[in-house]
């Protein structure tokens, strides 16, 4: 798993929340960033066992994905967080994008908060 193969799994979510594809405007071996409209995110996978996904604010749309990342998970404790990033486990970025990937857009449109 590498940036560029999660990225597919946050534009889907992104492309099912917020009827919006996410673009990729600049990538490498360990980083990719997307852009949609004024909104801009990171995938970070410097550490080769840990993702870092950076999101354009600490309120708003990191919501619905750590909520969905969550539930995905079973661990879906609406933690309160200020940070506007979240950190995952190789482990779960697996998982998270497996789940995705193979998940109808339609169903997955029905599990935003």
Do not use: W
Not at 34 to 56: M, Y
Request: net charge neutral; hydrophobic share 35%.
């Amino acid at each position: 798993m590498n940036p560029k193969q999660f990225s597919k799994t946050m534009n889907k979510i992104h492309e099912a929340f917020y009827q919006a594809p996410l673009d990729v405007i600049n990538s490498d071996k360990n980083e990719i960033i997307l852009k949609s409209g004024n909104d801009e995110f990171c995938i970070e996978n410097h550490i080769h066992t840990r993702f870092r996904i950076t999101f354009p604010d600490y309120t708003g749309k990191i919501s619905s994905y750590r909520n969905l990342f969550g539930q995905i998970m079973k661990n879906d404790d609406n933690v309160c967080d200020t940070s506007d990033f979240i950190d995952l486990p190789l482990s779960h970025v697996r998982k998270i994008h497996d789940f995705i990937q193979k998940i109808n857009i339609k169903d997955l449109e029905k599990l935003k908060d």
